[in-house]
């Protein structure tokens, strides 16, 4: 004999079931939705190169840092982790929300640059090498100018450039000590590794 509460308990169940489909189906259909939106924003011209670079760069773990004046006086800085996964897809950030905001934060800001206001956008590109004297992962660096005009314009700056601007003090315009876990690259292949030194 089926009892007024287990016929109760057998329909919560049965209605647990059916929301739990149905939100996995929703939950399938967002995952979709927010993956062909990044395939869409990654498909802009203004983004192909930068992509491009980061595809190239990325070998397994990377950090970017993102900077773009908003006025003369106030800037925004913007880091995220990047990895490639197995199948040597680029993951943005650390959760599935990270990697569909992404493309469209990076767009967006590039879209409100000029020539007077780029954005630098910088790589740190970790290798499987570590410095022999503190043990450290090596890293190679790379920054570039990314700003608006009729097409995107992406310029890398020189090695030399980077270098000097990492080893000199903001405040007092002194030289601080390099950094032995850098190397500093710049366009054509050209780069400054302070692990030789």
Not at 117 to 122: S, W
């Amino acid at each position: 004999m089926i009892t007024g509460k287990k016929v109760q308990k057998n329909t919560e169940n049965k209605n647990k079931e059916i929301i739990s489909k149905q939100q996995k189906k929703l939950y399938k259909l967002n995952i979709k939705k927010y993956n062909n939106k990044i395939k869409i924003i990654e498909a802009q011209p203004v983004l192909l190169q930068i992509f491009e670079i980061f595809n190239k760069f990325v070998y397994k773990n990377a950090v970017l840092t993102i900077v773009n004046r908003v006025n003369k006086k106030q800037f925004e800085n913007r880091e995220w982790y990047v990895k490639k996964s197995k199948t040597n897809t680029l993951v943005f950030g650390k959760n599935t929300e990270h990697q569909i905001v992404f493309p469209q934060i990076l767009f967006d800001i590039i879209t409100k640059s000029n020539r007077t206001r780029p954005v630098v956008i910088t790589l740190r590109s970790f290798l499987d090498k570590y410095c022999c004297k503190n043990k450290l992962q090596i890293k190679e660096l790379r920054s570039f100018l990314v700003w608006q005009e009729d097409n995107v314009i992406v310029k890398q700056i020189s090695a030399k450039d980077l270098a000097s601007a990492y080893h000199t003090d903001t405040n007092n315009a002194k030289l601080k000590k390099e950094q032995k876990t850098v190397i500093y690259c710049g366009p054509d292949g050209e780069f400054i590794d302070n692990n030789l030194n």
